[in-house]
């Protein structure tokens, strides 16, 4: 799962670096609008990638993978129709609301086409991303994490060919980043259907009255509706964050776009281990084993801490070369080194917030990420930019860095409760 993590912002560091070696940074800022654009829209519905990993754990580790109502098979079938069912409604609606979108974000006059281009071409490709977060979703949580890894490298391997081709080659710049990354989500989806086709060896189609049926759905409604709402509020940070660095200058919105990809980073490869808290916390759920529930919690922790601590030493150490490795642009890069700090502290930073991420995720408790989220972004994010606004860019990253402790702690104040019910 680290793995599979570490494949996913290699793609953005790809995409950073080739568009960071271009003559003008209007494509690296304009990229760097309509991706964020695209990952709240996407992910958003990330909650079809958690819940059917909390679903699938909960259930196999009640035995439901081996009993004859095949219960980790359907909830494949009824995530897999969801996510197609919500990525054709974002297809087609989503493109007449882009220009306010874009507006929204503070694009300069000198981007905001480009931005508006990006994410239109993306938009082709929301089923296809929606219904993988689905598959990768079971498969983590029946442990297939090869498989999950094959899906992933396979989507992203394709995105860095083909950009190398539309950017370099073609010189297409921001669409050519796009259209690769669209081709590579439905070559993604081709190979995880053959998963499910493979590992879902009971299927009967008789059976489909039953995947429709809403008490079916409910469980997975009643998880998904808290996640859908945290999640939306965890990429409006996200996307407040980028519309306030584009606010300032397009070099700040470029620089800022450099390091959250490093960010990014160290923090999928500690989602390797937020991911096993999920199965490994949602087996203990289902089967009722407190122990092997704590077991878990504190091995993932350990590691997550170290990783943290890695990430953050090399980051100090080696900051500078890395950032210059992804653009020559004296101007970004002088910018980028000046806020190198806060990618220092991010790492540890947010460490306890991947981790009980997970853990909540696995035991299904999704009221808690929710209504911590909240207290996160209003009680401590705006508050803290808004304070801090002198600072610029400075009390802009402060405001992060608050941001992301504040979930942490947050859901580490509520853990004790969780595990009493375990």
């Known amino acids: 799962m680290i793995l599979s993590g570490i494949s996913i912002p290699m793609l953005g560091l790809v995409d950073t670096a080739l568009l960071g070696h271009l003559d003008n940074a209007r494509y690296l800022a304009a990229v760097a609008i309509g991706a964020h654009v695209i990952a709240i829209l996407y992910w958003s519905f990330g909650f079809l990638r958690m819940s059917t990993t909390s679903l699938v754990s909960q259930s196999v580790g009640r035995g439901g993978q081996a009993s004859k109502g095949f219960e980790t098979d359907s909830i494949i079938y009824r995530t897999i129709l969801m996510a197609a069912m919500l990525g054709i409604g974002l297809a087609v609606v989503v493109p007449w609301l882009i220009d306010p979108i874009v507006l929204l974000m503070n694009a300069s006059n000198n981007i905001d086409d480009l931005a508006a281009e990006y994410i239109r071409i993306r938009l082709y490709s929301a089923p296809a991303a929606l219904m993988t977060f689905a598959i990768a979703g079971w498969l983590i949580g029946l442990k297939k994490t090869k ?237 803290v930019w808004w304070l801090t606004q002198s600072w610029q860019n400075h009390g802009l990253w402060f405001a992060f860095i608050c941001f992301t402790l504040a979930r942490g702690f947050s859901l580490a104040a509520a853990y004790p409760a969780l595990q009493r019910k375990i």
Request: overall charge negative.
């Open 147 to 383: 498989a999950a890894l094959a899906l992933v490298l396979l989507s992203n391997i394709t995105n860095i060919i083909l950009d190398a081709v539309f950017i370099v080659i073609m010189d297409m710049n921001s669409a050519g980043a796009a259209i690769a990354s669209v081709i590579a989500e439905y070559a993604g989806l081709l190979l995880g259907l053959a998963f499910v086709a493979q590992y879902t060896k009971r299927v009967n189609f008789k059976n489909w009255r039953h995947w429709l049926s809403f008490n079916a759905y409910q469980q997975i409604l009643g998880m998904n509706a808290h996640l859908f709402f945290r999640t939306l509020l965890l990429f409006f940070t996200f996307n407040f964050f980028t519309a306030q660095g584009a606010s300032i200058s397009d070099n700040v919105l470029a620089a800022n776009a450099i390091l959250l990809q490093l960010v990014f980073f160290s923090a999928y490869v500690m989602d390797g281990f937020s991911y096993a808290a999920e199965v490994l916390c949602g087996e203990a759920t289902g089967s009722k084993q407190h122990a092997n529930f704590q077991r878990s919690v504190k091995t993932c922790a350990l590691w997550i801490a170290a990783t943290a601590l890695l990430f953050s030493a090399s980051y100090l150490l080696m900051g500078e070369a890395i950032v210059s490795l992804l653009s020559d642009m004296p101007a970004i890069l002088q910018l980028a080194e000046e806020y190198m700090i806060w990618l220092v502290l991010m790492p540890l930073a947010g460490m306890l917030a991947y981790l009980l991420d997970g853990v909540f995720v696995g035991a299904g408790n999704t009221r808690q990420m929710h209504t911590t989220m909240w207290f996160s972004v209003v009680i401590v994010f705006l508050p």
